[in-house]
């Protein structure tokens, strides 16, 4: 996608446009500055941090994650990584809310257990409610469950973030066709969050028509975070393009590429 193109297709969150549709994590680096370093690679202009987790002004003195992201370039995501109740969710943003001068966007997850980090719906929802009632734009991560998500969407979430595979495991997408129920339904962005593992994951999301995705695992853990940022930042603008190009049908038999019908001679 050329980016002219790219400016004319832009990721509408609640009311902001943005060129890029990869959103990435800032934990798990070695370092703020390869923290920085990736972010740049890969473009994104949504950056996630774990307000229970990352400095962001809570710990004066300590090294502030928005030294090397400042607010000013970058829309900051807190999200409730390592929460595991609705109570502790809404608490965590509020504070997030506080330390970003009001800020109302934010990314909630209410994990259901320490194995394998998978999405407590229940709970989910009744902080979405509690959010949402309470001003915020969230974000939501949940299962792959279709009706999951049109209940999120209809409580007032602003992007709706169903797993390709839980969160870290890099399997990428296990089942595209909920993904494709989920697009097909949703009037709020679709946004792939946890399990990608390497550049053709991502594409493979976004060419079922996701809005976006977004990751962190996937580029810290690499063996070089910022080439794999790089990568993915171009898997993503490819699998964009490929979804708005429409690809050929599938067909059970040859198709030639020069036909042979109609010859000459």
């Known amino acids: 996608m050329t980016a002219s193109n790219t400016a004319n297709d832009p990721l509408v969150i609640a009311g902001t446009a943005y060129a890029s549709r990869l959103l990435t994590g800032t934990g ?4 703020l500055d390869e923290t920085r370093r990736a972010t740049d690679a890969a ?6 941090v774990a307000i229970r987790r990352t400095n962001i002004g809570q710990e004066p ?3 502030n994650l928005l030294d090397v992201l400042p607010p000013d370039r ?7 990584a390592g929460c595991y109740t609705a109570e502790e969710a809404v608490r965590t943003l509020r504070l997030g809310r506080e330390l970003l001068d009001g800020r109302n966007l934010v990314k ?3 994990l259901g257990d320490q194995k394998t980090l998978y999405p407590d719906v229940v709970q989910t929802l009744k902080a979405a409610e509690l959010l949402v009632a309470d001003g915020f734009d969230v974000m939501v991560y949940t299962s792959d469950d279709p009706i999951l998500a049109r209940q999120l969407e209809e409580i007032g979430c602003v992007a709706v973030m169903p797993l390709a595979a839980p969160i870290g495991s890099g399997l990428g997408i296990q089942n595209k066709w909920s993904l494709l129920e989920i697009v097909d339904n949703a009037k709020v962005p679709i946004i792939v969050d946890a399990g990608v593992g390497t550049a053709s994951d991502a594409a493979i999301a976004m060419e079922l028509g996701c809005d976006g995705v977004l990751m962190n695992t996937a580029i810290a853990g690499a063996k070089d975070p910022v080439l794999m940022a790089h990568a993915m930042k171009l898997a993503v603008e490819a699998g964009r393009s490929a979804f708005r190009a429409g690809r050929i049908p599938r067909k059970r038999f040859a198709s030639a590429s020069s036909p042979v019908d109609g010859l000459i001679g």
């Open 61 to 63: 003195g300590e090294p």
């Open 74 to 80: 970058y829309t900051i995501l807190p999200n409730t």
């Open 43 to 48: 473009g994104a202009q949504i950056v996630t």
């Open 28 to 31: 798990k680096f070695r370092d």
């Open 108 to 110: 909630l997850e209410v």
